[in-house]
């Protein structure tokens, strides 16, 4: 039987990281954090998302386009778990997976025209990477994707932990206002890797066209410098 | 840039369902619905699900093997619309999508080890035809993935909507114990189309290895017969 066939992608989304480094864990973590999904030509029509602002949330499913690896690797090593301890890849939403989709759930703002794009999705709550390719979009159906009382193992803990975030006037004024929610939100969500607890350590995340460098001590996070790129 | 790359089946889930007819419109509908997931020989290693049993529901992402069509059509016709309404197919679950990718929330009852097909996941609530290809299996994370506040537009309503289900002890004894209740739950969902509502038509629903064949009338399917095959 074969049943390999070939993936395209529909559409693109652009999104505020370029850099793996800081981006959200999970959809919803950083719910200010916009994205912009703009359909590839040939699927820019408005006929294939009419109706779509009956719905609140959206599933993109997604190409992990920098996580393609040849050969299979049956265990992965969550970030969360501190990254010594192995989790079979069907236990994780690691990027690393025989097939390398990804998965999340997201906000719908609005629709939006625009001239050379077409119609574009502007969503919220993104966790995804700068032209990240999209390969689906499917609308949350609440009654059949809604599991509040599901036991999510690992990922169940530390859910709720947030940093304290010192942004200095000074700094955050470089941000276009629109941009600093999103980029506090996701800040207070602590970028480290969950096994680095270095007060010295200055960390250098890139957001939009900025480089924000800061440390992390205890449950604070304190900005030490903006640069514009 | 090419982003076309190919996928390819880690897994099959065996259901009862060979037919389209009758399947639960969306995962959960039938809550002891089972489902059997086998993994490709490549892919059959304990290391690979490691952990999972600390997740209480998993997200299938599947193919819609059979609803691979050439060219795009950006619209379709839901069923529960009436088939005549159409919306845009990234408004809609609909099978025939640009990459036919479906997405289905499933409960995890245990894992199973089998001399000939190894470790092998039993799910229950699924909506899928025996012999689906398995592309992806992920876990279900509930701050992320649980939305019960989301507005879920036609997909909202009748979700509550049930049959009254008169199943004659004679037929029902027909059918192994353990299949009755999954049985039960697929009938009362009301499989018709939702424009078919003549009460003199005989319909017949291939279940597991049974043709089990009914009248609706108004709220209350009768089941009149039932064949083994």
Chains 1, 2 share one sequence.
Request: aromatic letters at 10%.
């Amino acid at each position: 039987m074969s049943d390999r066939w070939m993936v395209e992608p529909i559409a693109y989304i652009r999104t505020d990281f370029s850099d793996k480094f800081g981006i959200p864990r999970q959809s919803g973590r950083a719910p200010s954090l916009m994205g912009r999904i703009v359909f590839e030509p040939k699927f820019r029509t408005p006929d294939a998302i009419r109706g779509i602002e009956g719905f609140s949330h959206l599933w993109l499913i997604f190409d992990f386009s920098k996580a393609h690896r040849e050969g299979f690797s049956p265990v992965v090593r969550p970030p969360r778990l501190g990254g010594n301890r192995r989790v079979g890849v069907f236990a994780s939403r690691s990027p690393f997976r025989p097939n390398p989709i990804g998965l999340t759930c997201v906000k719908l703002e609005r629709v939006e025209f625009d001239e050379n794009e077409g119609h574009v999705l502007i969503v919220s709550g993104v966790d995804l990477l700068n032209m990240t390719p999209i390969i689906d979009i499917k609308p949350y159906i609440p009654f059949a994707d809604s599991h509040p009382d599901a036991v999510g193992s690992y990922a169940d803990e530390e859910s709720g932990h947030k940093l304290h975030v010192v942004f200095p006037d000074a700094l955050l004024s470089i941000i276009p206002e629109n941009k600093r929610a999103a980029l506090i939100e996701c800040l207070s969500d602590d970028p480290r890797p969950s096994y680095q607890h270095d007060p010295n350590r200055k960390y250098s995340m890139r957001y939009s066209s900025f480089d924000v460098h800061f440390h992390i001590n205890g449950s604070t996070l304190e900005v030490v410098g903006v640069d514009e790129l």
